[in-house]
């Protein structure tokens, strides 16, 4: 059995601030996240759920970027270049993410920036505001960083019907067992191979568990069906039970 990794990214965009707000908060990262919701309520989208893996890849992001001193989306740095590198690495495996980018120089790390300010630049962004409205993310998680005289702030934004799956394989037996939740309602198929699954409904809370034999390298795909043959991957996995890091990539 196998996994596959393929994101589908939106739009990438930085942008650049040097006018500091003087504020003290050790709450950033969520002040961030209560007023990017309230722009997409104001625009009639839903808001975005906390997700912890989120926030920790998030966080790691902002590290690398002060760590380079640079605003960018391609990292000069090995196995983190690309944003799908970086979830990969976090173990994030939703297909539809997107991240917004922001820095503020400031003469001391008193100056904290507003993250009313910070939703807002995105916003009036085309750009960003693609990231920041799109209405099928469900899931976010905001990571700050101050270094080098710079906030450094990365916000993910990913879709989730299913909870991040749970993935164990024995390479001794050669089983692959695949457990998830169901977030919301909805429909779902799965692909082994070439062969694909009946569409399965399930109710919020359903566990999707599979427990599939294992003989090479396999993949295999979750999603939301289109047609009997066709789907919107979300979640997807290449695994080889013969290599020292069986899990890989999708290419």
């Known amino acids: 059995m196998a996994f596959w990794i393929l994101l589908f990214l939106t739009t990438q965009v930085v942008f650049r601030s ?40 998030a966080r790691w992001t902002s590290q690398l970027l002060a760590r380079v001193q640079t605003l960018t989306h391609t990292l000069p740095v090995d196995s983190a270049r690309t944003l799908a590198d970086r979830l990969f690495r976090c173990g994030v495996v939703d297909q539809e993410a997107g991240e917004n980018l922001y820095t503020l120089w400031v003469p001391r790390s008193e100056y ?20 920041l409205l799109h209405p099928s993310y469900t899931h976010t998680g905001v990571g700050v960083m101050y270094s080098g005289g710079s906030w ?6 990913v879709t989730r019907d299913l909870a991040p799956p749970r993935i164990v394989l024995d390479s001794a037996a050669h089983l692959l067992n695949y457990r998830s939740r169901a977030l919301v309602p909805h429909t779902v198929m799965i692909r082994v191979g070439n062969t694909f699954s009946d569409t399965l409904r399930l109710k919020k809370g359903d566990s999707l568990r599979l427990d599939l034999p ?31 890091r069986p899990f890989l990539r999708f290419h």
């Not at 904290?112 to 990231?131: L, M, Q, T």
């Not at 450094?152 to 934004?157: A, M, P, S």
């Open 112 to 131: 904290v920036p507003s993250g009313r300010g910070v939703a807002e630049k995105w916003r009036d962004s085309p750009d960003h505001r693609e990231n």
């Open 18 to 57: 040097t006018i500091p707000a003087v504020r003290g908060t050790p709450t950033l990262e969520e002040e961030v996240v209560q007023w990017v919701n309230a722009l997409r309520l104001e625009a009639g989208r839903p808001p975005l759920k906390t997700a912890p893996d989120l926030v920790a890849c």
């Open 152 to 157: 450094w702030i990365t916000q993910l934004y």
């Open 214 to 244: 294992v003989s090479g390298r396999t993949c295999i795909q979750v999603g939301t069906p289109i047609s009997r043959e066709r789907m919107r991957v979300r979640q997807a996995f290449c695994v080889d039970p013969s290599l020292p």
